[in-house]
């Protein structure tokens, strides 16, 4: 039998280029869907039949009968809003504690995690991250530091571990001065998520996915953040805490790199930043106030304003680089419907020094634009590629050109049938 493969969906900009909406799509072709890093800073949103549901934690394969979920041991999890988000779903008639896969191995975000991350934020001043608060960064410190709680650890002893680590927490938490919290409300709630997550399927998932790959089944990957933000890759120390880039597919599922198929690149028509750090296309002029507004460009899990900007191909190329994309994913086109001129940057600049290779940190450098003429037409409503007009068929090409891949997905609105496959 033909061994299955590991197909991975990544954002590769800054996160939040509709891959809810895209993995929701393509979930139909794959056996399961497979989370491999990061945690409740992820807010995938997806519409369909007239509903809008926004998944932190849980994979986007959950609306589709036939597909395994997973959470692999790279993530991390807070059992409080893990619950939340399933008992949503559970309202909306699915039962997501029956089709999720939980890694024994991801890493517990404990309620003093999240104190933790506010104080770091709060003791950092002007040189804060602008986390979204979830307790990421302190989850993933403990994890490397070998003292982190695992999924496995609930079915053992489970109260003397938790107080250990909490005890440990609120003495960092005194030493920084940072006495403002309360936890009652917040551990209850948790520890009824403890009880919650009992009742989903915790195991070896790397076992589990390793034997679908091994009867032939087909997995999707489903990345969360963005290429820019992983830890190693991304604009440090302005990342998130986690890989999010492909070589995290392997080691946050346990899967081999010979497995992997192909590496679909979601990126959109223009760029969006949210939280602190570099970003040398942002606009701070009424074309950055419009993309943002026509665009919807809110934080889905903070609510907080994007920051938005043109298309940067120096930071693409690098991600295609870094990730081996072998097919482009194009969103949220629509959005660039009435500009009359659409900037695409090729190159940065600095102190009369021109480049495009992603420097060491892109503070300070200066984006240079070429100017495309804008297509001015709305394409929302548009179901084949032959009646894209002219000047978006440009923009497309312009960009395979420019990154030399083949651009396989574009999206024209939010619904899941404003999606032409190329
Ligand atoms: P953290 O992941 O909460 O530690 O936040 C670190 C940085 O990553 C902050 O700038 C966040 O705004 C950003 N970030 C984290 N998750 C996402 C995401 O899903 N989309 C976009 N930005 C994110």
Redesign the pocket.
Known sequence: MTKGKVDALL?IV???EGKGKVVDFFTPRYDAVARYA?GP???HTILFEGKKFVLRSIPSGIFCENTQNFIGNGCVIAPDLFMKEARELEAAGYDPAKRIHISMRAHLILPTHRVL?LAYEAAKGKNK??????G??PTYSDKAARIGLRVGDILENFTEKYAALKARHEQILRDLNYTNYDLAETEREWFEGVEYMKRCHLCNTETELNRLLAEGKNILAEG???SL?DIDHGTYP?????STTIGGVCTGLGVAPRDIGRVFGIFKAYST?????PFPVELFDTVGDEIRRIGHEY????G?NRRCGWLDLVALNYAITINGVSDLVLMKNDVLDTFDTIKVCTAYTKDGVTTTDMPYDTAGWQPIYEELPGWKTPLTDIRQEEYFPERFKNYINYIETHTNTPIHIVSVGPDREATILR
Request: glycine share 30%; no cysteine.
């Open positions: 954002g800054f996160g939040d990061g800073n992820a807010g991350d991250v602008g986390t979204t608060g979830k990421i960064g969360a953040q963005g933000l302005f990342v998130s805490s986690s930043r949210v939280g602190a750090g934080g889905a899990v903070t907080r």
